[in-house]
Nanobody
């Protein structure tokens, strides 16, 4: 069974950098995507970055493109979200999700089957 455990959330200042980790395990094949999502105060959950395990293709939402990078440590089954130039508007609960996926499909979408418990990122002066 797929298991996802996030960590790394913190209280930071605008302009700071932060790295979130997602320990991912239990995949039955490489036809999965792993994504980072966030839920900002008063808003719904939104996909911000994801990649397909099979071919490593990555996708980013425009709101984070150029500031956030999704990366993975294959040997240790960890997926990272590297965040730089953080803004107050990045304050959110951040979640790691996983779902079945095939090359050519976008993974920035809803309907993921598996979720971690989330980690809080607060950006404030």
């Amino acid at each position: 069974q797929v298991k996802l455990v996030e960590s790394g959330g913190d209280f930071v200042q605008p302009g700071d950098s932060l790295r979130l980790s997602c320990a991912a395990s239990g995949f039955s094949s490489d036809y999965f995507a792993i994504g980072w999502f966030r839920q900002r105060p008063g808003k719904g959950r939104e996909g911000i970055a994801c990649f397909g395990i099979k071919d490593g293709s990555t996708y980013y939402d425009n709101s984070v493109k150029g500031r956030f990078t999704i990366d993975r440590d294959i040997a240790n089954n960890i997926v990272y979200l590297e965040m730089k130039d953080l803004e107050v508007d990045d304050t959110a609960s951040y979640y790691c999700g996983a779902d079945k996926w095939w090359p050519g499909m976008t993974c920035l979408r809803g309907g993921y089957d598996y979720w971690g418990q989330g980690t809080q990122v607060t950006v404030s002066p």
